[in-house]
């Protein structure tokens, strides 16, 4: 069945520093990517999505390249900011069921 | 997008009570999803409700522990049965977009004590 493999955290980093979390994914098909981020506190949002390959999604700084060939979606942003500390989920859907699978989840605190 | 609320927000319940949550969404859906989000760990989906049939569980959810209802393709309802501590989550009610992604509700915090 469909998988997906976040890197394992927790991710500290200090303010303005470069972030990647990499996420890796196992379906059949083509699936559209996704990741979400749950701030402290608060319910699961949608950050940024891709529905085919080399399809860029980006917001709010962050970006995220749909690799089919590595079946990679890794999650990058060239300045983080204190405010970005959350929890970052990548996942993916593969069918017309509507119905999603995610990766464990990467805690990431940034310091200032 | 989707506006979902769910109610309660959180609860404290004995062992061996049951809960049901409720789960409102803005707009029609033909389906609504119902995930568990233990503590520090990811989302497992726990069924499919659809409206006018029985909801689709998931492998290691059972309609007896979980019961659904789907009157209508607004709103939806998840039973906890006959709870353990082991129970004690966030349950999460979302929709479907228009491009796969999912909209969740605030989540219900249960903890069973």
């Known amino acids: ?112 | 997008s989707a506006v979902i609320s769910q109610k309660p927000s959180r609860d404290i319940c004995q062992r061996g009570t049951s809960l049901t949550i409720q789960c409102q969404v803005d707009s029609q859906v033909t389906m609504m999803f119902w995930y568990r989000q233990q503590p520090g760990q990811s989302l497992t989906l726990i069924a499919t409700a659809n409206q006018g049939s029985e909801a689709t569980y998931e492998s290691g959810f059972v309609i007896d522990k979980f019961p659904i209802s789907r009157p209508n393709l607004t709103f939806s309802t998840l039973t906890v049965s006959n709870m353990s501590p082991e129970d004690s989550s966030i349950y999460l009610c979302s929709v479907t977009g228009t491009g796969g992604e999912q909209y969740f509700g605030p989540g219900t915090r249960l903890t069973v004590t």
């Open chain 1, 1 to 112: 069945g469909d998988s997906v493999t976040q890197m394992e955290g927790p991710v500290t980093l200090s303010e303005e520093a470069f972030l990647t979390i990499n996420c890796t994914y196992t379906a059949t098909g083509y699936p559209s990517l996704f990741w979400y981020v749950q701030y402290p506190g608060e319910g699961l949002q949608l950050l940024l999505k891709a529905t085919k390959a080399d399809d860029k999604g980006s917001n709010k700084g962050f970006e995220a390249t749909y690799r089919k060939e590595t079946t990679s979606f890794h999650l990058e942003k060239g300045s983080v900011q204190v405010s970005d500390s959350a929890v970052y989920f990548c996942a993916l859907s593969n069918t017309n069921a509507g119905k999603s699978t995610f990766g464990d989840g990467t805690t990431l605190t940034v310091k200032p």
